[in-house]
């Protein structure tokens, strides 16, 4: 995790919101498969000794929070992020040691679409998909929509 | 909080999910209006200062969770209880030092359906809402799809 932007985001997620340090919430990666972010399972567990449904959501909502907190910030835009909706399936118990959300890259027609509007209107719109996998299948199906109210 | 089975609800959530405690969700109450659960909003804040939404998701994950948990058990049912999927709307920031989740009752008609097929099939859904308000005003709106594996 060399990019600085990443390290920002991992100091902003820590540091500003409490329950993403007691989750143990770090930035794994950023690249071609979308931005990853990891939590412990020891600490995110539930009665099963599987991962707490509370703890996958949040992971899973902080991963497209913080998708779209890189898109701006990289277009220069500081404003305020936030989730209007979400839905999540628990497809099957996630019991690795590291619980890793993936949130997908946005479509390029997309981005632009979303980075025209928030230029030109102060405010924008994405959907996006989050997934958690373990020992490769799908477990958890997560989409949400997050708006920015541009500076 | 009189009732002995919502001190074991208590215990049962803070014990057995970590991050349940860290959250500091608390049994609120029980009664006509639903099963209240609440948690503070000073360690469940976001960058706003008003409640983080993976905290808001899992305090109501958790008010729905706890209200299957008093329906089977009071039914003498001890089976294991899982949430399979769920949606939520974050219509507006929540601010109250308290923040409060009711899990909505359930109709006596899916009620007495639930636990008819709990007791002949030993496995049975049950379809709940769960909502957040602030200043009287609905900020958060849950809905959560929960399956109990009957013992």
Redesign the interface.
Known sequence: MHDELLIELQQ?IEQ?????A??GIHVHGDGETGLVLRAPL???????QTA????L???C??AG?GMVYLITRRDGNFG?I?????????LRPVDSEQILATCAPVAQPDLDHFLEMLRSKGQAKLELRAEVLCDGDLAVAFSGSYVVLGT
Not at 42 to 48: A, K, L
Not at 82 to 90: N, P, T
């Open positions: 902003t500003q919101i409490p329950m993403c007691s989750m020891d600490r995110n567990r539930n009665r099963q707490f449904a509370g703890s959501n949040a992971l909502t902080v929070w305020d936030v989730i209007r909706r979400s839905s999540i399936k628990y």
